[in-house]
């Protein structure tokens, strides 16, 4: 039935984007992180973070992908995708408007009503701060800056932060527990800016409620990774 849903929901975002084709269309393919990260707590994974845009200036369909796969087992340890429309509401961002599918192995499903905005904050941060409600509701805060270097080498910070506002022990989070992912990542373009590999380093730990959780489980909390990696745009 959830899935019947999300389908209903792909469906109707499809008609809307359909209705707005007044204007060019224009498409394209940008993944952040595609990236293999070698942990200091033993656990390596492979990540990706990517979007596919399709739409106006108006009114854009968005599917937004991102999973982490454990080395060996190649068990999904972390997988959502969410169905996503996205139209101006100021000169420099956009509301937005989905659904969320969780859908990682050895886990159950979680799916999600979204409302956010994404832009360019001043000083040219680029920010993405959404809602995810249902029985388990959480809010996330992302927000990254290319610092360019050269015009082909740029070091890019980034911050992530998601806080539960309700208990899922199911995935060991405690609402007011916020866990926070921080990376840098030195890129060179390749190819114009449409192949970009990288090296960095990512930082990941959780606090409060979530943080006593992790430490019940007996999982290490702080975890460093050294990140390989390309961006991609097409």
């Given at each position: 039935m959830q899935n019947l849903k999300i389908a209903s929901a792909a469906g109707m975002m499809l008609a809307a984007a359909s209705a707005a084709q007044a204007e060019p269309l224009i498409y394209g393919f940008q993944a952040e992180q595609f990236e293999y990260r070698d942990g200091d707590n033993g656990e390596n994974v492979f990540v990706w973070d990517f979007d596919f845009v399709v739409g106006t200036d108006e009114l854009k369909f968005v599917w937004r992908s991102e999973a982490e796969i454990v080395e060996g087992s190649g068990d999904f340890e972390g997988l959502e995708n969410q169905l996503?429309?996205?139209?101006?509401?100021s000169t420099f961002f956009d509301a937005v408007v989905g659904v969320q599918a969780i859908t990682p192995d050895n886990l159950p499903d979680r799916y999600n009503a979204v409302v956010g905005l994404k832009g360019l904050a001043p000083g040219f941060f680029e920010v993405d701060a959404d809602l995810y409600l249902s029985d388990n509701s959480f809010f996330r805060f992302e927000a990254e800056y290319e610092g360019l270097i050269t015009n082909?080498?740029?070091l890019t910070p980034s911050i992530e932060v998601t806080v539960p506002l309700a208990d899922d022990l199911a995935y060991g989070q405690a609402a007011g527990g916020a866990t926070v992912?921080?990376?840098l990542r030195l890129s060179y373009d390749l190819v114009d800016r449409a192949i970009s590999p990288?090296?960095?380093i990512n930082y990941e730990k959780s606090?409060?409620?979530t943080a006593d959780l992790i430490r019940a489980s007996?999982?290490?909390n702080g975890?460093?990774?050294i990140v390989f990696g390309t961006r991609l745009m097409f």
């Open positions: 996503r429309l996205q139209f101006p509401v082909r080498v740029i992912e921080a990376g990288y090296i960095g606090f409060g409620g007996g999982e290490e975890v460093t990774s």
